[in-house]
């Protein structure tokens, strides 16, 4: 079975410091991974997604397949980022989301 | 344009009722998908719709769950015999259709929030 897994719950991050979301996915051919993000009263939104290797928000999450990684990174992080942050892998159209990691900024 | 829509928003039913849920996905999205957040368990995936095909009912927790889809369009979700641990939030996202090699990405509805008492 496919697993994702962020081991953070929570994760508290000052103003202006760097900011790391780890994610962790289960072994299995070729992964396509994501990032979610659901702010405050909002609906969950796609963040990002690792073919694209594009920078959303000033975030970027590179995939390391000899570590089975794809963490989230930003080297500044700013208020706006606290919410919650879900990873996912898709296979035959199907998300496989992480528990998720609510990132609180503070001021 | 408009978004994914679900009614209703919140939704309190007693233990061993029925409920069902509704989603619009996005015009032209051929696909439609149910998902589950829920304290316990996260984000899990219930049912997948794409176009006339048979849906994949792989994610469906049990025979109390079951989901149709409508002229490709509108989607319900029934819960028969409601149980306390039916108590979630049920997400719909709609996405278009698939191109060989490529995932498209899935658009998510507000949800709506299950309490059974």
């Known amino acids: 079975a496919q697993r994702v897994t962020q081991p953070e719950k929570l994760l508290s991050v000052f103003k202006g410091a760097p900011v790391e979301l780890k994610c962790n996915y289960s072994?299995?051919?070729?992964?396509?991974l994501f990032w979610y993000v659901q702010y405050s009263r909002q609906r969950l939104q796609l963040l990002l997604r690792h073919i694209s290797r594009e920078s959303i928000k000033g975030f970027t999450a590179d995939l390391n397949k000899g570590e089975t990684s794809f963490h989230l990174k930003k080297p500044f992080a700013q208020e706006e980022d606290s919410a919650m942050y879900y990873c996912?892998?898709?296979?035959?159209?199907?998300?496989?989301f992480g528990t998720g990691t609510r990132l609180t900024i503070i001021p | 344009g408009a978004g994914v829509s679900q009614s209703p928003s919140n939704k309190v039913t007693e233990k061993g009722k029925d409920v069902e849920l509704r989603c619009d996905p996005i015009?032209?999205?051929?696909?439609l998908y149910w998902y589950r957040q829920s304290l316990g368990q996260g984000l899990e995936f219930l049912i997948y719709?794409?176009?006339?095909?048979?849906?994949?009912k792989s994610g469906l927790p049990s025979d109390r769950f079951s989901a149709e889809r409508t002229g490709g369009s509108v989607s319900t979700l029934t819960i028969q015999r409601t149980q306390q641990e039916d108590s979630a939030v049920y997400l719909c996202a709609s996405s278009l259709p698939p191109v060989p090699g490529l995932e498209r990405e899935q658009y998510f509805g507000p949800g709506t929030r299950l309490t059974v008492t």
């Open positions: 015009s032209g999205h051929t696909a």
């Open positions: 072994y299995s051919g070729s992964p396509e």
């Open positions: 719709f794409q176009g006339n095909s048979a849906p994949d």
């Open positions: 996912a892998r898709i296979r035959n159209e199907k998300l496989t």
